[in-house]
């Protein structure tokens, strides 16, 4: 996925780690593309920053951080349509999740539809086409996300 989206001209990816994406950070870092914020709302405005100067961005961060960033997202991205993709861990899908995921887990769904933000959940067999759709979105300035779901425990 992390390849995928930088040939078709995400330069910049910006974020709070997750383990649900695990493997997407670690191909970033290979790749010395990825740079790590300690909050969401940071990462968020560095991204809106880079896309000032015409940078295509990808924030990613994890569930509870989305929550947290709502007001960010909607009052500056939404607000101003930076074509940003949000990269966000689904923890709390599983229901058998760690219990501190379980609310966010179930109610993210909700968030993400409340403020209007575009999705579309990746699956290891639409991954490409997710990612496409996402790339077309910012295209057009509109902001979008992915949602990776957590199907693991570590």
């Known amino acids: 996925m ?26 970033g870092l290979k790749k010395k593309k990825i ?10 405005g560095i991204a809106a920053g880079m ?5 295509c961005s990808l924030v990613f961060m994890q569930n509870a951080g989305f929550a947290n960033s709502i ?14 993709i949000f990269l966000i861990g689904w923890r709390g899908y599983l229901k058998n999740d760690a219990p501190e995921h379980y609310k966010i ?3 993210q769904p909700d968030l993400i539809k ?14 490409k086409e997710c990612c496409q759709w996402a790339i077309n979105k910012i295209n057009h300035s ?6 990776l779901r957590r199907e693991f425990h570590d």
């Open 35 to 44: 740079l790590i914020t300690t909050r969401e709302e940071e990462a968020i």
């Open 2 to 27: 992390f390849d995928l989206l930088l040939r078709k001209g995400v330069e910049n990816f910006i974020g709070v780690p997750d383990s649900t994406m695990k493997h997407f950070i670690s191909q």
């Open 114 to 127: 409340l403020i209007g933000l575009d999705s579309k959940t990746v699956t290891e067999s639409n991954w």
């Open 71 to 84: 007001s960010t997202i909607t009052s500056l991205i939404q607000l101003y349509e930076f074509p940003i």
């Open 51 to 55: 896309s000032l100067s015409k940078q």
């Open 142 to 147: 509109i902001p979008c996300a992915l949602i």
């Open 105 to 107: 887990g179930r109610i």
